[in-house]
């Protein structure tokens, strides 16, 4: 296995940083993942497991950190020729900007000679990658993977603080001090967020709204707008479940229009895949090499 750090820059000018492990011999096949909530390319443990295994079957990875890194990131932008920095991370991150994250990952990609091009997301990278392909629908992508796919706004209803924080953040966005930080972490008391921040992520009116599995009625349209095969894959033990597995894989299965809408639980697999990373490798290898098959 071949690694290399890389630098990518968005259409707006942030520079993110990656890091593609290719196999030994050349290969035109590639997974792109996303990361999840103020995560990184290298917190996960399951990422390793997925390099190591989808590189000895000669498919190349590429993971990178988008501008919701960790809670407070300063990144480098370029405008007009001009170097500045600008502070990001999860606590400042609008949702919609994960549309240019994800592009410049596969922009990269696909000028690097990979043509068979895979994207999966964890958890807020889910609804992200969601909002990505039926937004975009990019003709570069075969097929897109969800792991553990977070309910954004069911899991911020059963917060505890829930109105209080979500009162608070209107007033403040109301008041012109958007992107001043709560006067308190919110979601279970841990995170810092933007006033703004808070409505982009876990608000009902705000595009992070896709897997809302907390709403029954909700026929949850956007995935009905993605039209290439689809991989889900979560366990029992995932603690961000809003509902039943059972329940959450099967709105997913009818929602998506395309005939090829699998789903794997992957037994008690928790949100993170803690002592089961082998176990989603595999799953993930198979499902790519499926597309060598047909």
């Not at 190349?60 to 890194?69: D, E, T």
């Not at 995932?238 to 099967?250: K, R």
Request: glycine share 8%.
């Amino acid at each position: 296995m071949k690694t290399s750090l890389k630098r990518i820059q968005t259409d707006d000018g942030i520079e993110l940083v990656g890091l593609l492990y290719e196999p030994e011999n050349r290969t035109d096949k590639v997974l792109v993942h996303v990361h999840g909530m103020a995560g990184n390319f290298y917190e996960n443990k399951f990422l390793d497991a997925i390099a190591g295994t989808l590189t000895s079957n000669g498919i190349a990875f590429f993971v990178f950190n988008n501008r919701g890194c960790e809670y407070i990131k300063d990144l480098t932008k370029t405008e007009g020729g001009k170097k500045t920095f600008v502070r990001i991370g999860d606590t400042y991150e609008i949702f919609e900007d994960s549309l240019l994250d994800i592009k410049s990952a596969i922009d990269f990609v696909s000028t690097n000679r990979f043509t068979k091009v895979h994207l999966s997301g964890h958890s807020l990278g889910g609804p992200k990658i969601a909002y990505y392909v039926a937004e975009t629908k990019d003709t570069r992508l075969a097929s897109v993977v969800f792991l553990s796919p977070a309910d954004m706004v069911g899991l911020t209803k059963a917060d505890a603080n829930y109105d209080r924080d979500r009162a608070r953040a209107q007033k403040m966005v109301k008041e012109g001090k958007g992107k001043e930080l709560l006067p308190f972490p919110v979601l279970w008391d841990q995170i810092p967020l933007s006033a703004q921040t808070y409505i982009s992520l876990n608000s009902e009116t705000s595009k992070v709204a896709i897997f809302n599995f907390y709403d029954p009625n909700d026929p949850l349209p956007v995935l009905g707008r993605i039209t290439i095969p689809s991989l889900t894959i979560m366990g029992r033990k995932d603690d961000a479940l809003s509902v039943s597995i059972e329940e959450t894989m099967a709105r997913i299965k009818k929602a998506i229009k395309n005939p090829r809408v699998e789903t794997n639980i992957l037994g008690d697999a928790n949100h993170g895949y803690t002592g089961d990373e082998q176990a989603l490798a595999d799953a993930i290898l198979a499902w790519i090499i499926s597309f060598s098959q047909v």
